[in-house]
C-alpha cells in the first residue's frame, strides 16, 4: 500500500506543476530586474452596506506588458498592505466574486524626484469600493452570487448564508455540505476521513457541541451560523488536539449600524419545526446584539443486523430489526455586546445558554432462531450556560495585536434509560423498572493571552499562552446501585510562533508548543449502596472498572511547526506544512459505563486506561484562483503512534455465557495517505458549479491483536449546482456521498444521495422563501459487512462471525423556510476606522 501510495504522491505533485505550467503567468520577455520597495494599501468594500469585503484579490498588473507582477487578499476588515513592489508603472485590479471587478491607475511607483514629483513610493489607495455584478439576460437583470467556498493559504472558508439545501436545518445538515467534512449516521464529524477533530463555535469550545473532546452539532441551527472555517493542518499556537483538524463554527453576531435583525421558521414533515430570531443595534461606540431559537422534530430510523457463526462442523445465525425514534427539542438564546473605548481597542462578552431534552425510543427484535422484543426508552434533559469575556487592542497599528479572554462554561445532564423485555405494548415503556440513571456535571475554565508583533516588513512573532480546568463528575445509578466517577483535565500550555519572508514569493513559519497536562480519573461504588439484588454482565464489567481505579496520567511534551509558502503568481500558492498534534481520549471514551444496557449481545464501552495517540502531520497543498475557476489540491501523510481504534473485540465468560464486548484499545502504529481536490467554477454570474473529492489510505501495524491490525480506506465525493433564475428563484441541487469503504475487519458499499433547495425572494430581497428536499430518492443509509476470528474463553473453539447491517439516521422529508431581515442592513462606512474594526464574529485567528 505504501508503495501505491508513494505513487500517488509522485503523480499528484507532477499533476500540480504541469496545471502550475498551464494556469501560470510568465513575462517572455527579460527585462531588467527594479528595485522591489514600493507599497500599496488600501481597503475593500461592499458599495451598498459599506460593510469590509474578505479575500478580494489585488493584482499588480504591469501598465506596459499586461503582466501580473504581485498582488496579494483583503483581511477580514477588508484591508490589504502589498508590499516589496518592485518600481515601475501599475493597473491595480480588485476582484472579488459576486462583484464587478474595478481597475485603478496608472500608478507610478518611483522616487519623486525620477517623476518630476509625480510618483511616490508609498501609495494609499483609500476605500474601495465594489459593487455586486450583474448581467442583462432579455433586458432582466440578475445579480451574481457570492461565492460559499473560498480557499485561503491557512484554512477553507464555507459561508452559510445562501446555501439552500440546509436551510432550516441544524448542524448535522450543515456540515454535510463543506468540502471534505462528513458526518456519520452517529453524528460523529471527520475532516477527510479523520474523526480526530477538534469543533469550536466562534473560536472556542463551547457546550453548543456537547463536552466530548469531539462534539456533536445537532444543537446549532444553520440559522445560526455566518460561516464555518476548517483547517487541516494548525500552527502552533493553535490547541494540538485534532489529528484530522479543526472547524471553527462562526455565529453571525451582528455590527449593522441602527437596528437590524431576521425572523425566520421553518416548518417540515415529521414534526419538525424551527424558529429563529437575531437582532443587533450599533451606535457610537456601542454594539449589542441577540439571538434565540428552538427546534423540534422526528428523527425515525430502522435497520438490521443479520449475524451468522461459522463453526468448524456446522454454522449458526441470529437475525435482529431495529427501530429508533430521536424526539429532540432545543430552545437557545444568545447575547451580548461589544464596547470601542478607544480607536484601536475592543472589550467584548458573549453569553449563550441551551436548553435540550431527548427521547430515544429503541426496539430490538429477535425473530431467528428465536422471537424476542426488547425495548428501551431514554430521556435526556440538560443545558449549558457559556460565558466568553475578551479584550483585543492593536495599538493603532496594523502590526501589533494583544488579545485576551476567559470563557467559563458549565453544563449538566440526565439521562434515564428505561429496559423493557418481551414486551408486545409498543407504547408501555413506562411498566419496567428504571434500569440506567446517568447523571452528569461538567464545568470548563480557560484563560488565554496572544500577543502579535510585526517587528518589521519580513519578521513577525506571535507567542501566548493557555491554560485549560476541567473537571467531570458523573453519578450512574444501575439496578438501584449507585457509582460516582469524577474526571479532571488541567492542560498549562505555552507557544512562540515566527513568520519571515525569505523573498517575495517565499516566506516561512516556525513554531513550537509547550503544553504539561494532569489527568486524574476515579469510580468509586457510593458508601449508601446495599448488597445487590441481582448481578449481569453489565454490574460486573462497572464492578472490574472499580477494581481497577483510581486512574492518574500527568504528562508533558513539545508540539513543533513548520510551514514553508511559495507563491507562484498573485494568485496561485504552494504551501506545505508540518506539525506534531496529539488526539487525548475523550470523555465518552474513557467512560467505563456501558452505552446502553438493553442490548447485551454488544455491548459498547469505553476504556479508562487509553493513552493519548500522537501523529506527525505532514501536508502539501496547491491553490489556483481566478475569476471564473478556483483550484485547490491537498496531499497529506499521517504517521500515527499508540493509535486509538473503536474495533477492539473481546469476548468475556459470565456464569458459562460469552458476551462481546466493543471498545476502544492502542495499537502499536497506523500510516495514513490521503487526498484532496476542490473545484469551484463560474462560468457566468448566473451559474456556479463546486466539486470536490477526498480520499484517505490507512495501515494499522504493531497490535497482538488481529482486530485491530490491518488496512482501510475510502472515498467521498460532493458536488453543489447553484442556479440563478431571473425573477423566478433560486435553485440550489446538492449531491454527495462515498464511494465503497474497507476498514480492518470488514467493509461498506458506497451510498449516495442528494438535496434540492428552491428559493423565492420578496420586498427587494428582504423575504425569502425556501422550499426544500432533503434526500430526493430516500437513500441515505449506512449499510456495513464485518468478518471476525473470534475464540471461545471457555470451549476455546475458534469460529467465524459474519455481520450484515443496516442504519438510518432519518427519512426523506420537505421543509419550507422563510426568513424576513429588517433594518438598514448598513454601516457607517467611518465605524470600523474609529474603532478598529470591532470584531468579526469569532474567526479562528481572533479567538483561538
Known sequence: MIKSSKKLIFLSVCTIFLIQNIFGHEGHSKKPKMPAIGVIQGSVTDSSSGAPIEYASISMIDNHDGDVVTGGLSDKNGSFNISE???GEYIVVIEFIGYSKKEIGPINIFPGQMTGGKGKIKHFLGEIPMKVSSVNL??????????????????????VGKNLTAAGGTGFDLLRKVPTVDVNIDGEVSIAGDANVTILIDGKRSGLTGSN?????????????EKVEVITNPSAKYDPDGVGGI???????????????????????YEKRNLNGNVNYRQNKWNVFAGASSYTGNNIGKGYRNFTYNYSDSSASLKQNTMRTKNPANVGLRMGGDYYPSKSSTFSYTYSFNDHTETTKEELEFYEPFSRLSKSKSENLGNHHDHSFSYENNFGTKDKKLSTGIDINFEEDDVTQYNIENSSIIDDYNSGSTDTDFKEKINSQTFRLDYEDGVNDKLSIETGFKTTLKSFSTDYTYLNQLYINDYSEDIYAGYISTTYDITDQFGIKAGARYEQVETNASLVPSSSNTAPDSINIISTI???????????????????????????????????????KVNRPGRRTISPFPRNTYDITRIRNGNPYLDPEYSDVAELKYSSNSRKLNFNAGLSYKLIKDNIMWW????????????????????????????????????????????????WNNRTYGNGESDLNGDSNGAYYRSMITLNLPRIARMELSMGGRGDMKFTTGGSPGNFSADLGLQKSFLNNKLSVTLKFDDIFDTKKFVINTENVITNPISQETYIQLMDAERRRGQRYISVNINYNFGKQQKKKWNRRNFGGGRSGGGMDMDY
Open 138 to 159: 432579455d433586458a432582466i437583470e440578475v445579480v451574481g452570487d457570492e461565492s460559499q467556498f473560498i480557499q485561503t493559504v491557512d484554512k477553507q472558508v464555507f459561508k
Open 85 to 87: 513592489i518592485p518600481l
Open 648 to 695: 477492539d473485540r473481546d469476548m468475556v465468560e459470565f456464569q458459562g455465557d460469552v458476551y462481546e464486548i466493543l471498545t476502544a484499545d492502542n495499537s502499536e502504529n497506523s500510516e495514513s495517505i490521503g487526498s484532496s481536490l476542490v473545484i469551484v467554477y463560474r462560468p457566468i454570474p448566473l451559474v456556479s458549479l463546486m466539486l470536490s473529492r477526498w480520499s
Open 542 to 580: 462497572i464492578d472490574n472498572a472499580v477494581e481497577l481505579s483510581p486512574y492518574e496520567k500527568p504528562y508533558s511534551k513539545i508540539y513543533p511547526s513548520l510551514f514553508l509558502i511559495y507563491k507562484l503568481s498573485p494568485m496561485q500558492t504552494i504551501q506545505f506544512g508540518y506539525s506534531q
Open 213 to 225: 473532546r469531539r462534539g456533536v452539532v445537532d444543537n446549532i441551527q444553520v440559522s445560526m451560523v
Open 247 to 269: 472547524i471553527n463554527i462562526v455565529l453571525k453576531r451582528g455590527s449593522f449600524d441602527g437596528l437590524n435583525g431576521s425572523i425566520s421558521g421553518m416548518a417540515g414533515e
